[in-house]
């Protein structure tokens, strides 16, 4: 038998940050926790969750385990999200377990739990909003209990997850705008909450993106942050589920889009990009990451377009003076050139990013001021 080892959640993050544990690992805890008692008898404060990479598990507390009618055992576990701002932090996650006659496990939708009600999850339609990793973890924990009895016990079961208040923690999350009805995701592909993940920050990119794609639209829009998201809602009248935010992350976003579509065998007609040229003009250089503190300024990039464009050297020399892209459009306020200036930036953008996206028709780029303000227009 394959010795495990604890993860200690004591022992800090990288960041200097305490970590914690996932809706995911509540959730299998307090499956755990319900079956030990209706097996077994056997009431727990604590319960030992394998973790999904098989090497590791984690020592969750109990806060409680009681029969309910109906056959029914029902376990809480608190969520401990450590150090990071997660809405779920602290919520109750319980899980109510009794045995059937279908000879497999049957998930339900507790209450405070959501439904998926569009495609691009990982869940299918209709289903109960509890992510592939937790389902495993889960069925995991069911065979470790039956082994422990020396029992094959039921046939079956039913498992339900739930979350005390779900439904109000969720409007506080994106489940609405994903379209995840009523109630929180159990989630956490390692059962391990990383406190202010880059991990999970971009996970939640293509999360949006894999949405955004799921119905086959006609086009969705990547735009840096809510700059762009107002500017692509009021300007291209884009939907807002069809509108994600991918921060600085700009080649990611495009491999998420390429990944998704290769993965559907869909192809999209148009990809919008609407931005800053401050940021969206790094990618001229071939930067695809345009935090500042990751990248030189976009300003050589432009300065080498007006160049090309005609301005002269002297006007070239003021721009690459400027030191921001926001002080060039500033030092062209007023002059007639600037539009067509900036639809040539636009378009040299398109040209640079086309390349990467096999199954993108057509790329448009649409820039503008910092306060929303289009500049090609």
Known sequence: MKVMNALDLSILAENGLRRGFTTGSCATAAVKAALLKLLCGELTGRVNVTLPDGEFYLTIPIESVYDEPDGWVRATVIKDAGD??????????????????????????????????????????????????????????????????????????????GCENGAEIARRTFNPRLGIEGGISILGTTGVVEPKSMAAFKASIETYIRVALGDNPPEIVLAPGNIGQRFARATLDAPLKRVVQMSNF???ALDCVERTLLENGQRLPRLWIVGHPGKLAKVLDGVWDTHSQRSESAVRPVRRIAGACGFTAEECARFQASRTVEGIIESLAGDERAPAFWREVETRIAAAIGPKLSTVDRVCVRIFTLDGKELGG
């Open 250 to 252: 700009v080649g990611f």
């Open 84 to 161: 990071d701002p997660d809405q779920t932090h602290r919520a109750r996650i319980f899980a109510r377990v009794r045995s059937n006659s279908s000879g497999r496990v049957i998930f339900r939708r507790g209450e405070g739990v959501g439904i998926v009600t569009q495609p691009g999850l990982a869940v299918p339609v209709g289903e109960p909003a509890i992510n592939p990793a937790p389902r495993k973890m889960i069925l995991r924990a069911v065979q470790e209990v039956l082994a422990e009895g020396d029992s094959i016990g039921p046939s079956g079961y039913d498992v339900e997850i």
